[in-house]
């Protein structure tokens, strides 16, 4: 007999306590974000290893890949967060899939830690957007302020009623610190700025989003926010109070 999920679900939310190899492929997912876990001994709590090998970690991550490509609709993204060489790492994996490569987002913050004394200091994180055929996009649905307002063709823009432009493909955005009040009792929560900007780029409302490995599920969250239905997977049982708490909320 097949083992019964542990499911959590409210407010356009649903939580699975498994590894989403047992869970997935779902059905009708139109965009997943993946902020896995990145390799390096970070503390996930006691039910994740960070430190596994380094071919065993790229079979993780084709399988996420894999199976979120199997789990999508035809005009699907997939947002893959990760450290820059990791992601570099990653990419010959990762093209091993049926997934096209779409662009390289760079999110890049401010950091006052990581100093080291061979190596500029760490303060970006590399966003690899992977799309199907005909991906659905909407790059008017995020804008930015123009940077030359007063630029003669801008102020007529402006007149016009246009508010912004497309966003740069490099994008700045502080960290989650530790004070902050959206900052959930766990390691390497992704901004919620980010998240809303990938979600609104590439869903509508009512669409689903997934995170398959979704920690304190920043993402399900913002797509609640945003209309969506969002979906997390995490086989850590530490979170399951942040998931009761959030689906309380």
Not at 27 to 50: A, L
């Amino acid at each position: 007999m097949a083992k019964k999920q542990k499911t959590f679900e409210g407010n356009r939310m649903k939580f699975y306590l498994d590894d989403f190899r047992n869970v997935m492929p779902l059905k009708n997912i139109q965009t997943v974000i993946v902020d896995p876990p990145y390799n390096i001994n970070f503390n996930y709590g006691k039910n994740f290893k960070d430190n596994i090998d380094p071919e065993e970690y790229k079979q993780l991550m084709y399988d996420v890949a894999d199976l979120s490509y199997k789990s999508t609709k035809d005009d699907s993204s997939m947002f893959i967060i990760n450290y820059p060489e990791i992601i570099a790492e990653l990419f010959q994996t990762l093209k091993k899939t049926e997934w096209n490569v779409h662009q390289l987002i760079s999110w890049v913050y401010p950091s006052n830690i990581g100093h080291s004394k061979s190596k500029f200091t760490r303060a970006h994180r590399s966003i690899l957007w992977l799309v199907k055929d005909k991906p659905k996009v909407n790059m008017s649905a995020v804008t930015q302020p123009y940077k030359n307002p007063n630029d003669r063709r801008v102020r007529e823009l402006i007149k016009s009623g246009k508010k912004g432009t497309h966003l740069y493909d490099w994008w700045e955005i502080n960290l989650v610190k530790n004070v902050s009040k959206d900052k959930k009792q766990y390691v390497n929560q992704i901004p919620s700025e980010v998240l809303r900007r990938l979600i609104l780029t590439t869903t509508e409302p009512k669409d689903k989003v997934l995170d398959p490995m979704c920690g304190t599920g920043s993402a399900a969250i913002e797509a609640a926010k945003l209309k969506r239905s969002g979906i997390g997977i995490d086989i850590n049982s530490e979170l399951i109070k942040i998931w009761k708490d959030t689906l309380d909320g």
